[in-house]
């Protein structure tokens, strides 16, 4: 187990126990099995992004805090200079960097995602969460799946979409896919 993702687990589990629910409660709350919801909260499996960004709202916190145990604390502005923000380490398929995370009271979670061109299998699982997504493509070429549709998009090219229907991403061409991903 990861250091990052064990410091995650305890994060959640103390904001769930802060906040007063039970196990079962937010495991219902995020549309998961009790039983897999015990096994992120313990750090036994990796938590899916868009399942960390379900917990911090059913918990009435920000994302920030589950990342990094620190609430964010820009209110006017915040800048992220190249190669910042805060890396995320969920899957192997998907990597993560927050670009907004010490944006106080955002109401949009901005990363930019690359996808490995050897994620595989792994890398079309479905996931879904509440809201709508917006996805900018920076480089590489991506096959992208929504409620069964596929989709390639290259640089330059953009999805919206609402993303309480599955929805996949997979690189091709054997090289990464890079893009800015805005959750809302």
């Known amino acids: 187990m990861t250091e990052q993702r064990k410091d995650i687990a ?8 802060l906040e007063g629910k039970t196990e079962a409660e937010l495991a219902s709350a995020l549309g998961v099995a009790e039983a897999d919801y015990r096994r992120y909260e313990t750090g036994g499996a990796d938590i899916p992004a868009s399942l960390l960004h379900d917990a911090a709202r059913a918990l009435g916190a920000d994302l920030t805090e ?6 964010p604390r820009m209110k006017v502005f915040s800048v992220t200079r190249k190669g910042g923000g805060v890396t ?15 944006f106080a009271g955002r109401k949009a979670d901005v990363f930019e995602v690359t996808v490995p061109p050897d994620a595989g299998e792994s890398g079309a699982h479905a996931n879904s969460h ?35 229907h599955g929805h996949s991403m997979q690189a091709l061409d054997g090289k990464p896919a890079r893009f800015l991903a805005m959750i809302l």
């Open 10 to 17: 305890a994060r959640l589990k103390e904001l769930r126990e």
């Open 88 to 102: 995320v380490e969920r899957r192997v398929d998907y990597q993560y960097r927050n670009l907004a995370a010490n």
């Open 130 to 164: 509440p809201g709508q997504e917006f996805d900018y493509m920076l480089e590489g070429r991506m096959r992208v799946t929504i409620h069964g549709n596929d989709l390639v998009l290259e640089a330059g090219d953009c999805v919206y979409f609402d993303s309480n």
């Open 66 to 71: 589950l990342l990094t145990g620190e609430a």
